[in-house]
């Protein structure tokens, strides 16, 4: 799964610490603006209904490996690749990239979920609709 989605952003002041560097909690939240961006791309949304059913995907793993600083007013973007796309699961990988140097590695893998009305979920396999859309090797995906 070769292809990568891409998105430029800021680092906001209020997304720093005291040393003016990007938090580490917002890795997580930029991994996530990505994510939405690359599902908005393929024509779908991480919150979704889908033949009668009301589909979501919830992280199951999640983790962030630090390279560097990015700091306020650093313009970097954010790349995601799409590492494995399994029977009911989705993973990938983001590189945090500033400058042509990767910043930070953020990886994560959800699972694909119908959201039931009484607030629970089941895990389902992902639905071909969605499975085509997702994989960027399918015929005419668009990434």
């Not at 997304?15 to 909690?25: N, Q, R, V």
């Not at 799409?82 to 990767?102: A, C, I, P, Q, T």
């Not at 979920?121 to 005419?140: C, T, V």
Request: glycine share 6%; charged share 25%; proline share 5%.
């Amino acid at each position: 799964m070769p292809a990568e989605f891409s998105i430029l952003r800021r680092i906001q002041f209020a997304e720093t610490d005291m040393a003016g560097i990007a938090h580490f909690s917002n890795f997580f939240k930029m991994m996530e603006e990505v994510e939405h961006a690359f599902f908005r791309s393929v024509g779908l949304s991480v919150s979704m209904q889908h033949d009668g059913m009301h589909v979501g995907w919830p992280r199951v793993s999640t983790a962030c490996e630090f390279f560097g600083p990015i700091r306020f007013e650093d313009e970097i973007e954010l790349r995601l690749r799409v590492v494995k796309l399994g029977d009911k699961s989705f993973s990938y990988e983001v590189d945090f990239m500033l400058d042509r140097r990767r910043m930070a590695l953020g990886k994560t893998t959800s699972v694909c979920c119908v959201l039931r009305p009484d607030g629970t979920m089941k895990s389902i396999p992902i639905p071909k609709e969605l499975r085509d859309r997702l994989d960027p090797g399918a015929a005419g995906t668009v990434v």
